[in-house]
Each structure stands twice: as C-alpha cells, then as structure tokens.
C-alpha cells in the first residue's frame, strides 16, 4: 500500500517528516557537503561494506591467519586489532583498507585528516557497536559526532 492509499493520520507516522511536507535537504547539506561525488556524505552501503571487510580482515587474516589464535576462545583479540587498524590507518591515511576498497575515507568536517584525539574517539565509540548504530540526518553516528567526523566519498 502506497502513502497516498492510506489514512491521512498515518502518512506522516509511516513516512517520516518527509512525507508531512518538512525539507531537511540531502545528507550533509548543512555540513556543506556536496549533494554526489567526491566529498559527499558515504552512504550506508559502503560504510558498512568496508567495516565488514575491515572485521574480516582483523578476524581472519590477522587473528586467525598470522597470530594462529581462535577468536571464538579469545573474542577479545580480534576487536583490540581492528581498533588498532583503525587508530592507525585512519589515524596517517584517514581511511582504512576496506574503507579504501569501497571509495570512503574519515575526514573532520573541516575536510581535512581528523586528528589523533578524534581518531582516539571515534574509534573507542566504534568498538562498542551501540554509538555506530544511532544516526542522524547527515549519516553520521554518534562516534562521528563526538569525533567531529564525517564518511564521505572520496
């Protein structure tokens, strides 16, 4: 059933503030970020491709593979090295491999590399799972907010 077939009382419940006539503008306008290309806001669907293939990468490759450890005996192991991927690439390349793989990189909303403290941040927020999963209408979670970061296209 489309918005137009149902109740007036439910269009703006079921289709969001959109569907009541409220313009929020597209993902990162108020950031200034452009609508498509490189510097606009990534969208979910590469953000989480690359934190999959970074987690497999930190799971497999180099928990499993290099370290010869079980990750399901020691669950602890791979979540300190994807924190430690993620402190360091993002921290000198402002992108991780994944992130690479699928076009996106971290930058502060100045544009530029985010720095060590935000980096920090950002990734202790990510490795608790919950701050990543609350977004706003620019796409950014709560890590990105508290780390003044923003994914976009590169």
Do not use: K
């Not at 929020?24 to 999959?52: D, K, M, Q």
């Amino acid at each position: 059933m489309s918005s137009r077939q149902q109740p007036r009382w439910t269009q703006t419940w079921l289709g969001g503030v959109r569907s009541a006539g409220v313009d929020l503008g597209y993902p990162g306008e108020r950031l200034g970020l452009p609508r498509e290309g490189s510097g606009a806001v990534a969208g979910f669907g590469r953000r989480i491709g690359a934190i999959v293939i970074d987690w497999l990468i930190c799971t497999w490759a180099i928990t499993q593979g290099l370290l010869r450890i079980d990750p399901v005996q020691q669950g602890w192991v791979p979540i300190l090295i994807f924190a430690a991927e993620y402190v360091l690439l993002v921290g000198t390349m402002g992108m991780t491999f994944g992130m690479r793989l699928l076009g996106v990189r971290v930058a502060a909303l100045d544009g530029g590399r985010p720095g060590f403290v935000s980096v920090l941040v950002r990734t202790l927020l990510l490795c608790l799972a919950v701050p990543a999963l609350i977004w706003d209408r620019d796409q950014r979670g709560l890590h990105d907010r508290a780390a003044n970061t923003v994914v976009v296209r590169m």
